[in-house]
């Protein structure tokens, strides 16, 4: 008899299984009462009543999709305002709204990378988050992977190329929560000639004047060669992503990049929420230094009880487990004791250390700070 075509998939699923690494889906209650460090709603502006009341209305008026495509019927007045507003908080001169962010990190690599030909070097941060890694992967370019953070490894890179070239990194790093050196990396692509493409999805809403991202701190942003993506995910509490940057780009992602062409526009609940957000943020730009305050006193506590856990450069706190087993057992053990943690153990981290992911929220209260550290510290595996 012949061999059943997804037999293989059996195997596989035993083997991770066995290592501690299958992948499981936990729905979660509307109104759980666990304390949230798993999520990026880093402002605490997913159930605010006027970002939820500005999603109902967009839906209300717009409908419960986009209908299609950004070029065909799925562009609306609020796709246009939205970014126009993202362009102007964060300094750039125009902006694209996409679906996800990682359809505007895959447009953004492969549409800036040029046709098969045109001889563009992508010199990429190892450390950088899946989405751009597979828009280098998809990108007709030459790709270099260099050490995490090392701007010198970058302009020996650029420099050693003849052509256009692009760096490539996050601006704050998923998995450790630590920050690029940009005004460094900004530098080394200047003296190349090369363009500087930042993911600054985990900046935007928490680094800074007002959380503008750290494009922005870095005073980076509007700058001729210089190129941003966002989500509207973490700090702006929707859904979504956009690139920003000076206008001739976005007119050339319109016209080439693949998931702006091919993929439904993001839906209008969504925009206006998102719309809502930048409102809510411009008018308390408190919540900014909140979560990092918050973020900081994650840390300061852990490390005072002798865990092993990387100084946040923005709300991302990374705390070090021994194994992928006591990482997975340990973030069990906070949800029985009521806290939701992020666990990320390899194959997601290249590094191979497995850990507990902490996102800070500007909502918690000291009080609520106290519980998950306490719960975090109560329930740490021997070492």
């Known amino acids: 008899m012949p061999q059943d075509a997804f037999d293989w998939i059996d195997a596989q699923q035993e083997r991770l299984r066995a290592a501690g ?18 999520g990026n709603d880093y402002l605490g502006l997913t159930h605010h009543p006027e970002v939820t009341e500005a999603a109902a209305r967009a839906a209300r008026r717009w409908g419960a999709g986009a209908t299609g495509s950004r070029l065909v019927t799925g562009s609306t007045a609020l796709h246009a305002r939205l970014e ?13 709204v996409f679906s996800s962010g990682y359809a505007a990190n895959l447009a953004a690599v492969t549409a800036l990378s040029g046709p098969v030909g045109s001889g563009t070097l992508l010199v990429c941060d190892e450390s950088n988050h899946a989405s751009l890694i597979d828009g280098c992967r998809l990108a007709r370019a030459e ?11 970058f302009r020996k890179s650029l420099a050693a190329h003849q052509g256009r070239a692009i ?35 985990h900046g935007l809403g928490v ?14 942003a509007g700058d001729r060669d210089v190129v941003a993506t966002v989500t509207l995910s973490k700090s702006l509490g929707s859904q979504g992503g956009a690139v920003l940057g000076p206008a001739r780009v976005i007119t050339h992602l319109i016209s080439t990049a693949r998931t702006f062409i091919f993929d439904t526009g993001l839906a209008p609940a969504a925009a206006g929420a998102a719309l809502a957000s930048l409102e809510v943020l411009r008018r308390e730009p408190g919540r900014t230094l909140r979560v990092r305050a918050v973020a900081g006193e994650l840390h300061r506590r852990l490390t005072a009880a002798g865990l092993t856990a990387v100084r946040p450069d923005a709300a991302v706190v990374s ?15 906070c949800r029985e004791a009521g806290l939701a943690v992020g666990c990320f153990r390899p194959p997601s981290v290249p590094d191979g250390v497995s850990r507990l992911r902490l996102t800070a929220r500007a909502d918690l209260s000291d009080l609520q700070v106290a519980q998950a550290a306490d719960a975090i510290v109560r329930t740490a595996p021997a070492v």
């Not at 680094?207 to 980076?220: F, I, K, M, S, Y």
């Open 167 to 201: 760096a490539v990194t996050d601006s704050v790093f998923s998995v450790d929560g630590d920050a690029a050196p940009l005004r460094a990396l900004a530098e080394a692509c200047r003296a190349s000639g090369a363009a500087l493409l930042v993911d600054d999805a």
């Open 21 to 38: 690494l299958e992948r499981i889906l936990r729905p979660r209650a509307a109104d759980s009462a666990l304390i949230d460090l798993a």
């Open 84 to 96: 126009e507003e993202l362009a102007g908080f964060c300094g750039f001169e125009a902006a694209l």
């Open 319 to 333: 705390v070090r487990a021994p194994s992928p087993e006591a990482a997975v057992r340990w973030a069990a053990d």
């Open 207 to 220: 680094l800074g004047d007002g959380g503008r991202g750290a494009v922005h701190a870095a005073a980076l």
């Open 143 to 153: 790709k270099t992977v260099v050490p995490h953070a090392d701007p010198d490894a």
